[in-house]
C-alpha cells in the first residue's frame, strides 16, 4: 500500500473543509446594531400598524372564506406579524428583559387584534361552512413544524444581513402562514365551533414558538452581544427570570411538537396499512369504500366501511394483528363496518355513495390519462418502414 495515500485523503479532507467553510460563512456581513434596531421597532404595535394588520386580516379572512389562495398570499405580504415573535427570540439570545416584556406584550396585542377582525369578519359573512382552506389550518402537521424553524432560520438570517433581502423576507412571511391560523380561529369563534379555534391556535402557536427558536439559534451562533448590566446581580436576575421563562415555553412546546411527530407517524403507517389490505387476497372480493382515522394522546382508532363479502372474525383478528405488529399501531383499534353489522344511516350511505362515484371518477381520470399518454407517445414514434 502506497504510504502517502493517507496523507493525500488526509489533505483532500482539509481542502474541502476550508472550502465548505468558505462558503457557508455567515459571520462577517452580519449588522449586529441594525438587527437589533430593527427587530426591536417592528415589535411595536401601533397607529398605522394596528390599522395595516386589521386590514390584512380582514383580506386573509375573504380569501380563507371563498378559498381563494391567491388573496390568501396578498395578505401574508402585508401582514406585520413576524415583528414580535422575532423580538421573543431576539430578547432570550442577549438577554433583554425589556425586549422580551415589550415583545410577549405585543405578541398577545396582535393576537387580540387579529382575532376580533376575523371574528367580526366572519359573523357578518353570508357563507358560514367551512371551505378547503380554512380545514387547512385547524390541524398541524409535522411539516409545519418544519416550515416554522426553517422558515424562521432564513428569515431571521436575511433581516440580520447589512444589506437585507426583502425577497427572503417576504418570501418566509408568506411561507411561515401566521396569519391563517389566526383568521380560522376567528372562524370557529364566530360560528361557536371550539375544535376550530383550539386546532387552529395550535397550529400558530406551533409556528409562533418554531420561528421564535429559530431566531434565538441564529442568534446565539452568530454571536449577537449580550445585554450589559451595571449591577451584577441585576444581570443574575435577568438571566435567571428569562431561563425560567423559556422553559416554561419551551418543556409544552416540544411536548405538542412531538405529538405532532407521532400523529404524522400514525397517519403515514395507517395510511400504508389500509392501501395493503386492500390489495391483499384477504379483501379479494371485498372493497374498503371509506376510511377514516382518529388519533388522540393515548388511543387511535382506524375504521373501515367494507362492501363485498363479509369478513368472518378470524379475518377481522387477523387484520388487527397485522396493524398491531407489522406496522407497530400497539394501540389502534379497528373498526370494521360491513354488510353483515346492523343498517347504518342515510346519511352514512350517502356518504358510501359518493366515495364509490369518486372512486369509478378517479379510476376513469387514470384510465383516460394512461390512454392520452399512450397516443401521445404512438403519435410521436417514428413509423417503421413497411
Known sequence: MDPEKPNRFSRTLKVLWRKVKEYTRIKEDTDYEATVDFISQSVVFRGFNVWILFFAIIVASVGLNVNSTAVIIGAMLISPLMGPING??????????????????NLIIMVLISLAASTLYFLI????????????????TIFDVFIG?????????????????????????????????????GFGIATGQI????????????????????????????????????????????????????????VPSIYLAVDVIREAAFNTQSQKFVNEIQNSDMLAETEIIKSDREYHHRSQSITLILF??????????????????????????????QSSDKPIDIKQQNEIIEDLIDKKDETIRQQDSIIHELRRQLEESPKSDL
Open 88 to 105: 421573543i427570540g431576539l430578547a432570550i439570545g442577549i438577554f433583554d428583559e425589556k425586549l422580551l416584556q415589550k415583545s410577549v406584550k
Open 308 to 337: 363485498g363479502e363479509p369478513l368472518d372474525e378470524t379475518q377481522v383478528y387477523q387484520l388487527q394483528n397485522i396493524l398491531h405488529n407489522e406496522y407497530g399501531l400497539t394501540k389502534t383499534n379497528l373498526i370494521i363496518k
Open 125 to 140: 359573512s353570508p357563507i358560514n361552512d367551512a371551505r378547503s382552506e380554512l380545514l387547512a389550518r385547524t390541524q398541524p
Open 195 to 250: 375544535w376550530y379555534f383550539l386546532g387552529a391556535f395550535y397550529l400558530f402557536f406551533i409556528n409562533s414558538f418554531f420561528i421564535a427558536l429559530a431566531t434565538f439559534v441564529t442568534v446565539r451562533l452568530l454571536g449577537f452581544p449580550q445585554v450589559k448590566f451595571v449591577d451584577e446581580h441585576r444581570h443574575k436576575a435577568v438571566k435567571r427570570i428569562i431561563t425560567i421563562f423559556t422553559v416554561i415555553v419551551l
Open 149 to 185: 424553524f426553517f422558515g424562521g432560520l432564513a428569515g431571521i438570517l436575511a433581516t440580520s444581513r447589512k444589506s437585507q433581502s426583502i425577497t427572503v423576507i417576504s418570501g418566509v412571511a408568506i411561507a411561515t402562514a401566521l396569519m391563517p391560523p389566526l383568521c380560522t380561529a
